[in-house]
């Protein structure tokens, strides 16, 4: 799950520099198990038409946050070198939002073990447009729109606003055999 306002970055300054996003306080991973139903709206009375379907599903959003970690730059005056080091990122540390401080983000791995939860709910909506020459084959086309909701702010960024609802326009094509 992404924020709309997202970006990368990396500072050009530096060599071999990694990409972060400024701002990001947590990684959200979603999993959604659901429950939904489909309907057969025009069945193919022939092997060359289109099936179109509607389907649906709702079910609880669970969400899974893991702390943003950052590659530092420090300064060590003795011996007049820098060094790296792997931090969390704390929005309250005005060394942490000086980007001039930035290397880049750490490893997605680093940190897994600081994971927290969450829970919400997410509904969704799609028609199917599924055509094939042969009723073992398909090639199907989903469009539909995904809304999560969750009772309180996902606390994804620190300088933009976090939101409770995330609403999504979704394209998926499939190709497969039934068995």
């Not at 060094?83 to 791995?109: L, V």
Request: net charge neutral; with cysteine.
């Amino acid at each position: 799950l992404k924020h709309p306002k997202e970006t990368h970055v990396i500072d050009p300054s530096l060599t071999n520099a990694k990409s972060y996003v400024y701002g990001k306080l947590n990684t959200a991973i979603v999993l959604q198990p659901g429950f939904g139903n489909s309907f057969i709206l025009a069945d193919k009375e022939h092997p060359k038409n289109i099936r179109i379907s509607f389907k649906f599903a709702a079910g609880p959003d669970m969400v899974l946050l893991k702390p943003q970690y950052l590659t530092f730059i420090y300064h060590e005056p003795a011996s007049n070198q820098n060094y790296k080091k792997i931090e969390k990122f704390d929005p309250t540390n005005a060394y942490h939002n000086n980007q001039g401080n930035i290397f880049g983000g750490a490893s997605f791995f680093y940190g897994i073990t600081d994971l927290s939860g969450f829970v919400g709910a997410f509904g969704k909506t799609s028609f199917c447009f599924e055509w094939s020459d042969f009723e073992d084959n398909f090639k199907q086309l989903e469009t539909g729109i995904m809304v999560d909701l969750y009772p309180e702010p996902l606390p994804l960024f620190a300088y933009i606003e976090n939101q409770t609802v995330f609403a999504n326009a979704f394209m998926n094509f499939s190709v497969g055999r039934r068995w």
